[in-house]
Structure formats: structure tokens, C-alpha cells
């Protein structure tokens, strides 16, 4: 005698489940790519686990850790022992702006640049100005805070616009200091200053 009861009127007995019927109706493709990301997060916290130089703590710090950020660096150093590079030879330098109601200095020459102590070096300096120029001079500032000042003749030109030129032995060292000052002068000593800086 079969011990199952009978449906009461009025209702029907509800159907058995599969599992394939329980879970929710994707597409393939979509259970396809749910599989093989959970292969993969399986695979990789089997490979966490069993590898010697890999932790949660360290893999989380990589992820989650801000960018180091670099401070400026100061790739800038002054010369204490090896003298700086200048140019070598016969050097010229033009030179714009001052009062023109003064003498102004217009070009420089230098020659050479790099002398030798007690080699020679010739500066020729052009020069105008609105009123005659009574006197051009030059002074090395080198090394030691030694200062050497040297005036000029006139070599061509007239006094209101004219060449200025001189010859000296030169006088010291210049390693870590050597700058031209030339200042042309009218009958009352003013005059623009020019100061050319080469260490």
C-alpha cells in the first residue's frame, strides 16, 4: 500500500528542484567567465599561500601603498677646488642698455680670455657717449678678493664715440673669481658701469 499522501483538494503537489533549475538563469558565457575568475582568484590564493616570499600584509602594501614622492633635488654646487670652464681666446661681448645720458659702453674685447699670470691680454672697449669721454677703465676683480685697475687710451674714434684700448701682464689668479668692470667716464666722472662676470 503506497503510504504517500494525496494532494488535499484544492491543491496540486509542487514540483522537485534541480539544482540546475535553483541557480539563476545566466547565459552561458556568463557562467563561463564566473568560473574562470573563481579558477583564478583560487589559483592565486593557492599560489599566496604556498609561496615563501609573498604575504596578504605585503601584497595589500604594494596595491594600496601612495606613490613615493621626490623632493627637489639642489643638482647646483659651487666651485671650491676645480675651477669652473670659460671660453678660451679672443672673446667679444656687446652690451645693451644704461643712461643714455652718460657715457655707455657698447662692445668689449677681450683677448685673450684665458690668459696665463704674466701673459699678456688686451682689452679694447667701444664707448659714446652724449658728451666727450674723458676716461675708460678697466678693473680685474680675480681671486682673493684682489682687485687690479687699468685705464685706457683712446686708439680711435673721436671723444663722443670712439675705440679704448689697453695692454697688461696679467696680474693674478682667477679660479674661482674673474669679472671685467669698465666704466667710461665724462669730465664730470660719471658714467654707466658694465660688469662682465666670467667666474
Known amino acids: 500500500m503506497d ?7 484544492g491543491y496540486e503537489a509542487a514540483p522537485r528542484l534541480s539544482l540546475k533549475d535553483k541557480l539563476p538563469k545566466f547565459p552561458l558565457f556568463v557562467w563561463l567567465i564566473l568560473l574562470f575568475l ?4 583560487f589559483s592565486v590564493g593557492i599560489y599566496i599561500a604556498i609561496s615563501p616570499d609573498i604575504s596578504l600584509k605585503g601584497l595589500f602594501e604594494r596595491i594600496f601603498r601612495k606613490a613615493p614622492t621626490e623632493e627637489p633635488q639642489n643638482i647646483w654646487s659651487a666651485y671650491t677646488t ?25 662692445e668689449v674685447l677681450v683677448d685673450p680670455l684665458d690668459p696665463q699670470v ?60 674673474y669679472r671685467f668692470n669698465v666704466k667710461a667716464m665724462n669730465e664730470s666722472n660719471l658714467g654707466n658701469l658694465t660688469t662682465i662676470t666670467i667666474r
Open 3 to 9: 503510504n504517500v499522501n494525496p494532494p488535499r483538494p
Open 38 to 41: 573563481f579558477a583564478l582568484l
Open 118 to 177: 704674466g701673459q699678456n691680454q688686451t682689452v679694447t672697449v667701444k664707448a659714446n657717449g652724449p658728451t666727450p669721454i674723458r676716461e675708460v677703465v678697466v678693473v680685474l676683480r680675480l681671486d682673493n678678493e684682489n682687485n687690479f685697475e687699468f685705464k685706457l687710451a683712446q686708439s680711435s674714434g673721436s671723444p663722443t664715440n670712439g675705440e679704448w684700448k689697453g695692454t697688461w701682464p696679467f696680474p693674478h689668479s682667477y679660479n674661482l673669481t
Open 82 to 106: 676645480t675651477p669652473p670652464p670659460i671660453a678660451t681666446g679672443k672673446q667679444l661681448y656687446k652690451i645693451s642698455g644704461g643712461d643714455v645720458n652718460l657715457p655707455l659702453v657698447t
